[in-house]
């Protein structure tokens, strides 16, 4: 069956450092997202992208971040100076449509000392 | 603000019986509902989506949706020790679907 995969599956890092965390969404997925999620916080999403552009995000996905699909296969998240509070699960996810369900990759943990 | 409300729990329920988890949105605008089961330090893991009023099954979980009240619930069966997770209930609010608003989650306890 089909899936999402993610690397690192952890990160560690020093503040002020750029990480990039990689996603490989389903082969036939059109639409792909980023989420986080803080220990014992809710999923929070960050941005979508589609037709390589990115569709939505939100007010986390500040100027630090960024994405891009840098082949026909890979979907990447770049975060470019660290901070603290930074420090969380991110999750890949994609869909085959707009409406249709997401389906998550295994995450990366990203700390931030 | 776009708000999807779940009771944090736990909510426990003894092997064999009915566990029934809620989901309340405030956007009236929404259009699709979706169950994640997470356990933890894992991704959330999709059980079921409903996009129409009225009852949804798949073997042993049933959703429900009722935009008039804007509530979701999941219904899960014959529950198992193994159904011990946290359940997410997300909610498509964005005219094109691409931004799913998860609530906080439901922490499930089944017990042997």
């Known amino acids: 069956e089909p899936e999402v995969t993610q690397t690192p599956s952890h990160q560690v890092t020093q503040m002020g450092q750029e990480v990039i965390l990689r996603c490989v969404p389903i082969s036939n997925h059109l639409y792909f997202y980023w989420y986080r999620q803080i220990l014992g916080q809710k999923v929070e999403f960050l941005v979508s992208?589609?037709?390589?552009?990115?569709?939505?995000k939100s007010e986390i996905f500040d100027d630090q971040f960024s994405v891009e699909r840098p082949d026909g296969s890979n979907f990447t998240l770049k975060i470019r100076s660290t901070k603290l509070e930074d420090s969380a699960m991110y999750f890949c996810?994609?869909?085959?449509?707009?409406?249709?369900?997401?389906?998550f990759g295994p995450g990366t943990r990203l700390t931030v000392l | 603000q776009k708000e999807v409300e779940q009771n944090s729990g736990p909510l426990s329920v003894p092997e064999g019986a009915i566990a029934s988890l809620n989901c309340t949105y405030s956007d009236r605008g929404s259009q699709s509902f979706f169950w994640y089961r997470q356990y933890s330090g894992k991704s959330p893991e999709l059980i079921m989506s409903?996009?129409?009023?009225g009852d949804k099954e798949d073997g042993r979980f049933t959703a429900q949706l009722n935009k008039a009240s804007q509530y979701v619930s999941l219904l899960i069966r014959d529950s198992q020790p193994s159904d011990s997770a946290t359940y997410l209930c997300a909610v498509n609010h964005d005219n094109y679907g691409q931004n799913f608003v998860f609530g906080p989650g439901t922490r499930l306890s089944v017990l042997p």
């Open positions: 992208f589609y037709n390589n552009e990115i569709s939505e």
């Open positions: 996810a994609s869909s085959s449509s707009a409406y249709n369900e997401q389906f």
């Open positions: 409903i996009y129409s009023n």
